[in-house]
């Protein structure tokens, strides 16, 4: 069993900054890549940012230059550093995981949310 535990989530004013973290525990022989995904209210959930191990990110171009996605192996946690906020980044927050099960299974699992409200 895997849970991803996402926290810092909330309303901020416009041009302000939020950081979001997700710790992953359980039981897991490893974590390969984690990232952040969004829905907002009546949209699809799409991506915002990854990092493999390695530390290779990839954000959307909604994110560029205003998001920051780092992890900590160590502590299997995924942050995110948004500064710059807009209106448009108003939503539903998931942290998300690839990661090898102890029987050497792949795996994908997701948080449950944290929301940002960000008011035009």
């Known amino acids: 069993q895997v849970q991803l535990v996402e926290s810092g989530g909330g309303l901020v004013q416009p041009g302000g900054s939020l950081r979001l973290s997700c710790a992953a525990s359980?039981?897991?022989?490893?974590?390969?890549?984690m990232g952040w995904y969004r829905q907002a209210p009546g949209k699809e959930r799409e991506l915002v940012a990854t990092?493999?191990?390695?530390?290779?990110?990839n954000y959307a171009d909604s994110g560029k230059g205003r998001f920051t996605i780092s992890r900590d192996n160590a502590k299997n946690t995924v942050d995110l550093q948004m500064n710059s906020l807009k209106p448009e980044d108003t939503a539903v927050y998931y942290c998300?995981?690839?990661?090898?099960?102890?029987?050497?299974?792949?795996?994908?699992?997701w948080g449950k949310g944290t929301l940002v409200t960000v008011p035009s």
């Open positions: 998300n995981a690839d990661l090898v099960t102890r029987t050497y299974y792949a795996l994908t699992s």
């Open positions: 990092i493999t191990s390695g530390g290779s990110t």
């Open positions: 359980g039981s897991f022989f490893r974590i390969n890549a």
